[in-house]
């Protein structure tokens, strides 16, 4: 599929802290993004499927940013749906796909719905561990790493 791309990149300072848009990050490997809240464990990463997002946007008859979703990047052309164990080549980082990024009761807080509509078919997003860093920029190619 052509046009599988990183639409967007967001850090968040701090828990339930603002969304801050960026047009480059650095990814830690075993970390996250520098910068972010998030720096532990597997859920270092939140990555959010920009056609998932439009298909909630058009179902609630709504146009919300992505970034009140409060995932770390946008990528277009991926399906992320059932991605668990998986890894996503996102420019010259890798990013091991641990689970479905489950939408919580926040969502209903900026649009009564938003949880419900995001919750089938981890519309809400996938959460990943860094296994490769480096730099990630706006408009960098997204990609499933092929099993050998």
């Keep these: ?8 990149i967001w850090i968040k300072r701090a828990k339930r802290g603002p969304m801050d848009a960026v047009m480059q990050a650095e990814m830690l490997a075993g970390k996250g993004l520098v910068g972010n809240a998030n720096q532990r464990g597997r859920r270092q990463v939140t990555i959010l499927d920009a056609a998932a997002w439009d298909a909630v946007m058009e179902e609630l008859g709504v146009r919300l940013e992505p970034s009140v979703r ?17 890894i996503l080549r996102l420019g010259d980082c890798r990013v091991r796909i641990f689970t479905e990024a ?3 009761e926040r969502m209903d ?40």
């Design 70 to 86: 409060r995932a770390n990047i946008l990528v277009r052309g991926v399906d992320l749906e059932n991605s668990r164990k998986q």
């Design 102 to 104: 489950k939408p919580c």
């Design 1 to 8: 599929m052509d046009n599988q791309k990183v639409e967007a």
């Design 109 to 148: 807080e900026v649009l009564m719905g938003l949880q419900a509509g995001l919750y089938p078919r981890w519309r809400g997003g996938a959460c990943g561990e860094v296994i490769t860093g480096g730099v990630l920029n706006v408009g960098d190619d997204v990609a499933w790493e092929r099993n050998p």
